[in-house]
C-alpha cells in the first residue's frame, strides 16, 4: 500500500438557499425531550444572529431533536429546554448566523 492511498478526494458541497431546495435526504423526525430536559448538561448553546439569518429553515430541517421552531418567511426560534447543543445546526447553516456560546455554571 503506498503512503496515498487512503488520502481524502476534494468534495464540493452545494450551499443551498432554502429547505425547499434540499435533495430528498434520510433525517429523521426529531422528537422533542426524546431524551429528556437537555438544559442542564448542555456545554454550549447555539445562538442565531438575527441579523445575518436569511430565514432559509435549513437548521429546522436538521437537529435531529426537533427543538428548532421555524415558520415560512421567520427567524427561528431554539427550545432550549430540550437543545442538547450538538451543533448541527452551526454547520449546515449557510449564512454563519448560528454560534455556540459556552454556557455559565
Ligand atoms: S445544537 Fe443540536 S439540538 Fe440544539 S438546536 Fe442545534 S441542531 Fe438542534
Ligand atoms: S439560522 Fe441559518 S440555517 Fe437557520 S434559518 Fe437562519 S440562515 Fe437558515
Redesign the pocket.
Known amino acids: 500500500m503506498k503512503k496515498d492511498d487512503h488520502k481524502t478526494a476534494d468534495i464540493t458541497c452545494p450551499i443551498y438557499k432554502s429547505w425547499r431546495e434540499l435533495p430528498h435526504i434520510p433525517v429523521s423526525i426529531g422528537q422533542k425531550g426524546s431524551i429528556g430536559e437537555t438544559g442542564d448538561w448542555r456545554t454550549f448553546r447555539p445562538e ?1 444572529d438575527k441579523k ?9 430541517v436538521y437537529c435531529p431533536d426537533g427543538v428548532i421552531l ?1 415558520s415560512e418567511g421567520s ?2 426560534e431554539i427550545d432550549y429546554t430540550y437543545c442538547k447543543g450538538c451543533g448541527i ?1 452551526k454547520v ?4 454563519k ?2 454560534e455556540m456560546i459556552q454556557e455559565r455554571e
Not at 445575518?52 to 437548521?59: A, D, L, T, Y
Request: glycine fraction near 4%; charged fraction near 15%; aromatic fraction near 10%.
Open positions: 442565531i445575518q439569518c436569511n430565514k432559509c429553515g435549513i437548521c429546522y421555524f427567524v427561528p445546526c449546515k447553516c449557510p449564512k448566523a448560528i
